[in-house]
């Protein structure tokens, strides 16, 4: 799958994905911009070109999100122990994609809502299964 940012100073080429997660954390909707993050789980196959326009913010002990410098866009969401990206699904010049899960459905606020049924996970299951002892945030 191939994809870039607003103004195409970063490409992305991902290996064939068609599932996306919707997060509800407080980081993904205040970096999107107020509703969840839907992301296409790249695992750790994700190319990136145009890497000089690639921000990257540290947003948590094990987690970092990247943006281009150019137009703001928001370019992945990547996990340091495992090395997966999970790429906002808008990135992409595809739009074959299905939902098939949501997690921290505990802090999704009441503004939205999704109608998909899907399997949801809580921030303490999110945690459980992915964080690394000792830390508490989503990132």
Request: hydrophobic fraction near 35%; charged fraction near 20%.
């Amino acid at each position: 799958m191939k994809g870039q940012c607003l103004c195409g100073a970063v490409r992305v080429d991902s290996p064939d994905a068609r599932e996306i997660g919707a997060c509800h954390c407080g980081y993904c909707r205040r970096w999107g911009g107020g509703g969840p993050m839907l992301a296409v789980h790249c695992g750790t196959g994700l190319r990136v070109e145009g890497e000089a326009q690639v921000g990257v913010y540290a947003s948590s002990d094990w987690a970092e999100r990247a943006f281009c410098t150019r137009c703001g866009t928001h370019l992945y969401y990547k996990l340091l122990p495992t090395g997966e990206f999970f790429v906002p699904a808008g990135l992409f010049d595809t739009d074959d994609f299905e939902i098939t899960q949501q997690i921290y459905v505990d802090k999704k606020p009441g503004f939205y809502a999704l109608s998909n049924q899907t399997p949801e996970l809580t921030e303490a299951q999110v945690l459980a299964q992915f964080a690394p002892p000792g830390d508490g945030g989503a990132g």
